[in-house]
């Protein structure tokens, strides 16, 4: 019965430390167990939170790229206005150039054209009062000389016809210089009066 009670007794102290034993292993698996909660916990919100960190980065690079880019539109539309802009006032300047030569031109065109005509009447003028001039003296010399013989009166005819001639070269010379026709007409009638009367 003593050795019966050791044995118990021994049992007993064998599943104590079997107890004790299995308790401290359960106690040390719930030790890593929370451990490697823990860790797992840490690391799920470590990557969250790059994750996270990762999205505002994405978000942002994003934003900055559209604003990259519509403020690299918005100075190319700044610098297609200014190019048009700059453009049109250069072809206006040409526009405006080029009328003013134009309006030189043409004022200079017509000053010689004034000139001209001035130059052409002054010219009329002065034949029509040579034509008149040897008119006078053509009709005072054949009053004069009325009585005299035939060869005289033969002479001045002669000489008539003459300056009828360089009346009519002068005019054709002058309507070929492209002289207006209202300013040929005082020499015409001239030579008209001037063939009636011889």
Do not use: W
């Not at 000389?145 to 005819?157: I, M």
Request: proline share 2%; net charge positive.
């Amino acid at each position: 019965e003593r050795q019966q009670l050791e044995h118990e007794a021994i049992k007993k102290s064998k599943e104590l430390r079997v107890a004790k034993l299995r308790a401290q292993q359960e106690k040390a698996q719930d030790k890593r167990m929370a451990q490697d909660e823990f860790k797992a916990k840490k690391a799920f919100e470590a990557n969250e939170k790059v994750m996270r960190q990762k999205e505002a980065d994405d978000r942002a690079k994003k934003r900055e790229t559209a604003e990259t880019i519509d403020r690299e539109r918005k100075q190319q539309e700044a610098f297609k206005a200014a190019e048009r802009s700059a453009n049109a006032a250069q072809e206006r300047l040409a526009d405006h150039v080029a009328q003013c030569i134009d309006q030189e031109t043409h004022a200079k065109r017509m000053a010689v054209r004034a000139k001209e005509v001035d130059a052409h009447a002054s010219y009329i003028d002065k034949l029509n009062q040579q034509f008149q001039d040897n008119a006078t003296r053509r009709k005072n010399k054949a009053a004069l000389e009325t009585n005299e013989n035939a060869a005289q009166v033969k002479k001045a005819a002669k000489e008539a016809i003459v300056v009828d001639k360089i009346r009519r070269d002068a005019i054709q010379k002058l309507q070929k210089q492209g002289v207006p026709p209202e300013y040929l007409r005082p020499l015409q009638k001239l030579h008209g009066r001037s063939s009636t009367t011889s």
